[in-house]
Nanobody
Framework: QVQLVESGGGLVQPGGSLRLSCAAS????????MGWYRQAPGNEREKVAELIGGDITNYADSVKGRFTISRDNAKNTVYLQMNSLKPEDTAVYYC?????????WGQGTQVTVSS
Protein backbone atom coordinates (compact mmCIF):
# COMPACT_ATOMS: atom_id res chain seq x y z
CA GLN A 1 0.00 0.00 0.00
CA VAL A 2 1.35 3.37 -1.01
CA GLN A 3 1.68 5.96 1.72
CA LEU A 4 2.31 9.65 1.20
CA VAL A 5 3.21 11.67 4.27
CA GLU A 6 3.25 15.46 4.09
CA SER A 7 5.08 17.79 6.45
CA GLY A 8 6.20 21.39 6.62
CA GLY A 9 2.92 23.25 6.94
CA GLY A 10 2.32 25.96 9.50
CA LEU A 11 1.56 29.61 10.12
CA VAL A 12 3.51 32.21 8.16
CA GLN A 13 3.18 35.94 7.61
CA PRO A 14 2.33 37.35 4.18
CA GLY A 15 5.45 37.51 2.06
CA GLY A 16 7.03 34.61 3.91
CA SER A 17 8.11 31.18 2.73
CA LEU A 18 7.44 27.55 3.56
CA ARG A 19 8.67 24.27 2.13
CA LEU A 20 6.33 21.32 2.09
CA SER A 21 7.67 17.77 1.89
CA CYS A 22 5.93 14.61 0.74
CA ALA A 23 7.67 11.36 1.63
CA ALA A 24 6.52 8.34 -0.35
CA SER A 25 6.65 4.79 0.96
CA UNK A 26 7.84 3.46 -2.36
CA UNK A 27 10.20 4.41 -5.13
CA UNK A 28 8.92 7.65 -6.64
CA UNK A 29 10.13 6.49 -10.05
CA UNK A 30 7.10 4.19 -10.04
CA UNK A 31 4.74 7.17 -10.18
CA UNK A 32 3.82 8.73 -13.52
CA UNK A 33 2.80 11.99 -11.87
CA MET A 34 3.44 13.55 -8.49
CA GLY A 35 2.05 16.85 -7.36
CA TRP A 36 0.38 19.10 -4.85
CA TYR A 37 -3.25 20.12 -4.51
CA ARG A 38 -4.89 22.44 -2.02
CA GLN A 39 -8.33 22.97 -0.61
CA ALA A 40 -9.53 26.06 1.22
CA PRO A 41 -12.74 26.05 3.30
CA GLY A 42 -15.78 26.18 1.05
CA ASN A 43 -13.71 25.63 -2.08
CA GLU A 44 -13.05 22.64 -4.28
CA ARG A 45 -9.67 20.95 -4.24
CA GLU A 46 -7.44 22.52 -6.88
CA LYS A 47 -4.18 21.51 -8.47
CA VAL A 48 -1.24 23.67 -7.44
CA ALA A 49 1.75 22.03 -9.10
CA GLU A 50 2.66 18.75 -10.70
CA LEU A 51 5.73 16.90 -11.87
CA ILE A 52 5.16 14.64 -14.86
CA GLY A 53 7.60 11.92 -15.69
CA GLY A 54 10.11 13.43 -13.30
CA ASP A 55 11.05 16.50 -15.31
CA ILE A 56 7.96 18.27 -16.72
CA THR A 57 6.40 20.78 -14.37
CA ASN A 58 3.02 22.48 -14.45
CA TYR A 59 1.75 25.18 -12.13
CA ALA A 60 -1.55 26.86 -11.43
CA ASP A 61 -1.55 30.43 -12.75
CA SER A 62 -2.07 31.71 -9.21
CA VAL A 63 1.27 30.32 -8.01
CA LYS A 64 3.51 30.66 -11.08
CA GLY A 65 6.73 32.41 -10.24
CA ARG A 66 6.22 31.89 -6.50
CA PHE A 67 6.04 28.10 -6.01
CA THR A 68 8.51 25.46 -7.17
CA ILE A 69 8.01 21.70 -7.22
CA SER A 70 11.03 19.43 -7.05
CA ARG A 71 12.02 15.92 -6.08
CA ASP A 72 14.81 14.07 -4.33
CA ASN A 73 14.93 10.56 -5.77
CA ALA A 74 17.30 9.25 -3.13
CA LYS A 75 14.87 10.27 -0.39
CA ASN A 76 11.69 9.34 -2.31
CA THR A 77 10.46 12.82 -1.50
CA VAL A 78 8.74 15.57 -3.44
CA TYR A 79 8.90 19.17 -2.27
CA LEU A 80 6.88 22.32 -2.78
CA GLN A 81 8.84 25.48 -2.12
CA MET A 82 6.41 28.33 -1.54
CA ASN A 83 7.68 31.91 -1.60
CA SER A 84 5.95 35.28 -1.41
CA LEU A 85 3.00 33.67 0.30
CA LYS A 86 -0.35 35.45 0.29
CA PRO A 87 -3.38 35.10 2.55
CA GLU A 88 -5.22 33.48 -0.35
CA ASP A 89 -2.70 30.63 -0.27
CA THR A 90 -4.21 29.52 3.03
CA ALA A 91 -5.49 25.96 2.61
CA VAL A 92 -4.87 22.33 3.41
CA TYR A 93 -2.21 21.10 1.00
CA TYR A 94 -2.33 17.51 -0.21
CA CYS A 95 0.35 15.44 -1.86
CA UNK A 96 -0.85 13.41 -4.84
CA UNK A 97 0.72 10.57 -6.78
CA UNK A 98 -0.53 8.68 -9.78
CA UNK A 99 0.63 5.29 -10.96
CA UNK A 100 -1.11 4.44 -14.23
CA UNK A 101 -4.84 4.54 -13.30
CA UNK A 102 -4.39 4.57 -9.51
CA UNK A 103 -4.36 7.77 -7.50
CA UNK A 104 -2.88 8.15 -4.04
CA TRP A 105 -3.28 10.98 -1.54
CA GLY A 106 -1.58 12.13 1.61
CA GLN A 107 -3.45 13.20 4.71
CA GLY A 108 -2.86 16.91 4.13
CA THR A 109 -0.95 19.64 5.91
CA GLN A 110 -2.39 23.02 6.91
CA VAL A 111 -0.82 26.20 5.57
CA THR A 112 -2.06 29.45 7.06
CA VAL A 113 -0.85 32.81 5.78
CA SER A 114 -1.80 35.58 8.17
CA SER A 115 -0.35 38.54 9.97
Amino acid sequence: QVQLVESGGGLVQPGGSLRLSCAASGNIFSFNIMGWYRQAPGNEREKVAELIGGDITNYADSVKGRFTISRDNAKNTVYLQMNSLKPEDTAVYYCHARRFLSNFWGQGTQVTVSS
